[in-house]
């Protein structure tokens, strides 16, 4: 299995993965826009019991969250896996593992529900999903608050090594 290390360099080299751009407040503001949007998706699909997709878009809501995160360091990925493994590579020291871990399981269960059927999926599950995503996005949104510019900057240099 690759360490985290080597899918982090692998990233680097792909057109879609890791890239450094300009930081910018309004993208990462629009992100976490996007993350609150998508719950508010994931709370329509509930109410009307289309629960495959309260799984999809409470990925989501996690995923721009994550997404903002970079975008706050400059930082930009269109491959869902190495944002996620950027993000703990990168902020590991400030992102809880229980987050990183959430983040990859939702991401499993989004793709089991969005390409593949299922039967049944239990209205328990989808409600503490749901608000499991919630609690992710007000994590990361403090987190992000948290992060100077003098770390952006740090960040952006020990990148620019790689």
């Known amino acids: 299995m690759k360490s985290l290390h080597e899918k982090f360099k692998w990233c680097l080299r792909q057109k879609k993965g890791i890239k450094l ?67 703990g590579l990168i902020f590991g020291n400030i992102i809880p593992d229980k987050l990183l871990r959430e983040i990859k399981h939702s991401k499993d269960r989004r793709e089991d529900s969005q390409y593949f059927i299922q039967k049944s999926i239990p209205k328990d599950y989808v409600i503490q999903d749901l608000k499991n995503a919630r609690v992710f996005l007000t994590e990361i949104r403090s987190i992000i608050e948290d992060i100077g510019e003098d770390e952006v900057a740090l960040i952006r240099n020990n990148l620019k090594k790689l």
């Open 21 to 87: 751009v300009d930081p910018s407040e309004a993208l990462y503001l629009d992100y976490l826009d996007k993350a609150k949007k998508s719950i508010i998706s994931a709370e329509a699909n509930l109410k009307e019991g289309v629960f495959e997709w309260v799984i999809v878009a409470a990925y989501y809501a996690r995923y721009f969250a994550f997404y903002a995160l970079l975008q706050k360091a400059g930082i930009n990925c269109e491959i869902h896996d190495c944002t996620i493994n950027a993000v």
